[in-house]
């Protein structure tokens, strides 16, 4: 048994486009309008900003608990091309198989019940029957028995699933980070980091400790129930689309941060967008969190006039040490000034929709 | 608090204090350097220190500055004193104990960051939760640090940037630290300017 | 919704356990199958006794990775407040009725090389589901189990039948005692201990082994505590601009229920920390009797948690 793709089906729907070397990913008209554009207002600090992962407006990223869009096929064989230079990126300590298990169930019930034409889920017993059409699989297996997968439940899933992944084991009143797919990451280690409690995987970010954003966060994650996910919004910026801006690889892709130019920066730049979903595993007790990255080319940004205008003067104004955070400091002016250009002046509605 | 006075930084770097006798059948004690010192405080503090000395097995290895304090704490009378030329030939002997220790051991680490984050680990694999591990920083402030693009780990470091001692690339010290690696991060620093380095500064002593 | 999701079930068996135990077996409304959860985990059933609300935490007892359905068992409190005799007289097999979603307090410490379990009673019910688990995916453990007597030790039989080198009984009315003390020096190193039962075993087991030299992160416990009764006394609900009264068998938070304001909820019994609410002032002395609150907190007088802890004074004035 592998986990080779068999491509081909839906070909007319999933792009074929790469996130490296010559960086073919676009998003198409409809994509650009289902964008998590991340800001409801025209400034941004950071705030625990949690609300319940309950299905969304038809057509949005929030309409299914997993989306899959129109990237999917290209960002999984994207994952497979990271994992087979450094398998590092994905990594489970020994204690959580179990969750994986409850990751897997998870996934291929939501995918099953929410895109049936892509994803079947048959069930007798503990004997199931997977097909993922899309990526041209389809395995037999028994739940709960980790000889019955190519990888274990936890691998396995994720490299059928856009977004980073990490599960959290719950101990002593806190969150322990014991797991890990990690191959579209904004700039951190998941082998670095794996075995960490919450305050310490969040320790690099700046400004938040002080304002009480984790110790808030964290107790109102260790509340959080079985059969109630919650979600919201993380943010950077990339130049290119490229999905795995690990620490990692920082020396090959840390240098095309230098490459803007006023002409090709509404090409080259982009609004990486974090939609992060967090959900209580039932077996295990853990907390797993989904980590979507959604990649916004500036040019496709601003053909919707009101985030245009909006992007602008969140970045003209954002706090300096966020924007260092984020890495996107030495670029900021030459950001503004390009975003400058689309910003009339005019109010902006309240909230994130593009029309509203 | 730690005797160490070390500058504020963020959350994931490790706090010490200062070791107290607490009750054990067992009482092992890791310790390099200066933190012998902290050993025979400890011991001062003691309200039964002849039955602490009767239940003690004390690991030792001298410092990376070459502090070597094996007389005094052989002169303890400790039921087991073992002295180890340097940590990679200590560890083994750790792992031996715990591989039939029982609950009810007591840990003492003392001494720098890079014994006390290796003893820790090895007694953490046990399933032994590292919040109930005594560490009290003593001595040299040199850093055990790992380079997150080859994964090597230098030990010793005293500079930033430094040169990591297997992919040879230059590297800032983060005060990020990974328990399980026992190690701080360090991330090249020329990556978007390559060949921008900026001079050595000695930060660790 | 204050107490988050819940579930829709019909009470399919009740069993006589022994003279003080009845067992609670609940299937899913429509037919589908329960969620799967983790041993340790307790679900909050939902009582409504003659026109009063009543919401009692019971561990599930039950093998988590049986779907069919969920078990409870109840222990019949002839002193307490009602719940548990609501249980024993009026759930009869058919009953419709609403528990919460599994809740886990008291989680196993799944990288433990062993976990020594301590059980009083009726404490034993969280571990019969943990040693169901660890029976499916393995783990080493240990259980010493004491009851009143042999009648009133529930479900030893089966426990010593399924694991008979794992389990040790106790019986009080044979004088049998743990020795402890030589029970938790034989553990290897990564043991962790679970404790559940009676206060005063509890403390016991606690004390023994930090004693001993047991690290504090490795010894784990769970008690619910009733919220218990007291004299009536009122309330000034700032954020709703209610004032309610809470009668001597009632706690703080079903009076606010009641009167229909909607606070939040998990455990009701002192310990998750989710009902945690901000006295604006105070006049008088907060009872505490949660697990939540730090020991300064509650001297502090600046939080309260309404499932369990109540009031006495002239006035109290709380953030709802």
Redesign the interface.
């Known amino acids: 048994m592998s986990l080779d793709f068999n491509l081909g089906a839906f070909n007319d729907y999933f792009r074929n486009e790469t996130f490296r070397d010559d960086f073919t990913y676009a998003n198409s008209p409809a994509g650009i309008r289902r964008f998590p554009f991340p800001f409801d207002r025209d400034d941004y600090m950071y705030s625990v900003n949690m609300e319940p992962h309950v299905p969304g407006r038809k057509g949005s990223v929030f309409e299914h608990a997993f989306d899959v869009d129109e990237h999917y096929v290209s960002e999984m064989i994207d994952r497979a091309k990271v994992l087979a230079s450094d398998p590092l990126r994905c990594q489970s300590l020994p204690h959580m198989t179990l969750a994986g298990w409850d990751l897997l169930e998870l996934i291929m019930e939501a995918k099953a019940r929410d895109y049936p034409q892509w994803f079947t889920l048959t069930k007798d017993g503990n004997r199931w029957h997977w097909i993922n059409r899309p990526l041209g699989i389809d395995h037999h297996f028994t739940f709960l028995d980790d000889s019955t997968l190519p990888y274990g439940p936890f691998e396995y899933i994720t490299r059928q699933t856009q977004g980073d992944f990490t599960l959290q084991d719950e101990r002593d009143n806190d969150l322990w980070m014991d797991a890990g797919m990690v191959t579209s990451q904004a700039d951190w280690s998941l082998d670095f980091d794996i075995g960490m409690s919450f305050m310490e995987w969040h320790a690099p970010v700046p400004l938040a400790h002080e304002k009480g954003i984790f110790d808030r966060a964290l107790k109102f994650l260790l509340k959080l129930q079985h059969g109630a996910p919650v979600r919201r919004f993380n943010w950077t910026m990339t130049v290119n689309p490229l999905l795995d801006t690990a620490p990692e690889t920082y020396p090959v892709w840390g240098p095309t941060k230098t490459s803007l130019t006023p002409e090709n920066l509404g090409q080259k730049q982009h609004l990486r967008v974090e939609l992060q979903a967090l959900f209580r595993l039932p077996r295990s007790n853990a907390i797993a969190f989904s980590i979507r990255c959604y990649l916004g080319r500036f040019e496709e940004l601003v053909t919707i006039p009101k985030w245009g205008r909006r992007l602008h003067r969140v970045i003209r104004d954002i706090n300096p040490d966020v924007a260092a955070y984020k890495g996107f400091l030495r670029n900021r002016d030459a950001m503004v000034a390009w975003l400058a250009g689309y910003d009339d002046g005019a109010p902006t509605s309240p909230g994130f929709w593009p029309e509203d | 608090m730690s005797k160490t006075a070390f500058p504020p930084a963020i959350k994931s770097r490790p706090v010490y204090g200062v070791l107290e006798p607490r009750p054990g059948a067992v009482h092992l004690v890791v310790a390099d350097g200066e933190g012998a010192g902290a050993v025979t405080d400890m011991l001062a503090k003691a309200a039964d220190r002849a039955g602490m000395l009767a239940a003690m097995h004390i690991i030792y290895t001298p410092g990376p500055n070459g502090t070597d304090q094996t007389a005094m704490l052989a002169a303890l009378g400790a039921k087991q004193c073992y002295r180890a030329p340097t940590i990679p030939t200590l560890l083994p002997r750790l792992t031996r104990v715990l591989s039939d220790a029982h609950m009810g051991t007591q840990f003492y680490l003392a001494g720098t960051e890079g014994l006390i984050g290796q003893a820790e680990r090895d007694i953490m694999a046990t399933g032994f939760p590292h919040h109930d591990i005594q560490k009290e920083h003593r001595g040299s402030t040199v850093r055990r640090v790992q380079c997150v693009h080859c994964k090597g780990i230098t030990e010793n470091v005293a500079t930033d940037p430094f040169v990591c001692s297997h992919c040879g690339l230059s590297l800032f010290v983060r005060d990020h630290y990974s328990r399980r690696i026992a190690a701080f991060q360090g991330v090249n620093i020329d990556a978007e300017d390559p060949g921008q380095v900026p001079p050595p500064v000695v930060r660790f002593t | 919704m204050s107490g988050?999701?819940k579930l829709k079930v019909r009470v399919a068996e009740v069993v006589n356990v022994n003279d003080m135990i009845k067992r609670f077996r609940f299937v899913s409304l429509d037919g589908s199958p329960m969620?799967?959860?983790?041993g340790?985990?307790h679900t909050v059933v939902e009582m409504d006794d003659d026109g009063v609300r009543r919401l009692n935490p019971y561990s599930l007892m039950s093998d988590?990775?049986d779907r069919s359905a969920y078990e409870i068992s109840v222990r019949r409190d002839d002193a307490g407040r009602g719940g548990s005799l609501f249980m024993h007289r009026h759930v009869t097999p058919g009953l419709q009725m609403e528990i919460?979603?599994?809740?886990?307090l008291f989680?196993l410490?799944?990288?433990?090389?062993k976990h020594l379990m301590i059980a009083g009673g009726i404490g034993i019910t969280p571990f019969l589901a943990q040693i169901a688990?660890l029976t499916?995916?393995g783990g080493r453990f240990e259980l010493h189990y004491a009851a009143r007597s042999q009648a009133l030790g529930a479900y030893m039989d089966r426990l010593t039948a399924a694991h008979p080198a794992q389990v040790h009984c106790y019986f009080d009315d044979q004088g049998q005692v743990i020795d402890l003390a030589r029970v938790?020096?034989?553990?290897?190193?990564?043991?962790?201990l679970y404790v559940c039962g009676p206060k005063g075993m509890i403390a016991w087991v606690l004390s023994t082994a930090?004693?001993?030299?047991?690290?504090?992160?490795?010894l784990h416990h769970e008690e619910f505590l009733a919220p218990g009764t007291g004299m009536p006394f009122q309330v000034d609900l700032a954020a709703t601009g209610k004032t309610i009264t809470v009668g001597t068998n009632q706690s703080l938070l079903e009076a606010m229920e009641a009167a229909g304001v909607d606070a939040p909820y998990?455990c009701r019994g002192g310990a998750?920390?989710?009902c945690e609410t901000n006295v604006i002032a105070c006049d008088g002395a907060i009872l505490h009797r949660d697990h939540w609150l730090t020991a300064d907190e509650h001297a502090a007088g600046r939080k309260i948690m309404p499932c369990v802890s109540r009031f006495e004074g002239k006035s109290l004035t709380i953030d709802r």
């Open positions: 988050g999701a969620p799967a959860f983790s340790g985990a988590p990775e919460s979603y599994p809740v886990n989680p410490d799944t990288r433990a090389r688990q499916h995916f938790l020096s034989m553990q290897p190193i990564g043991t962790h930090t004693s001993l030299g047991w690290p504090e992160k490795a998990l998750c920390g989710q």
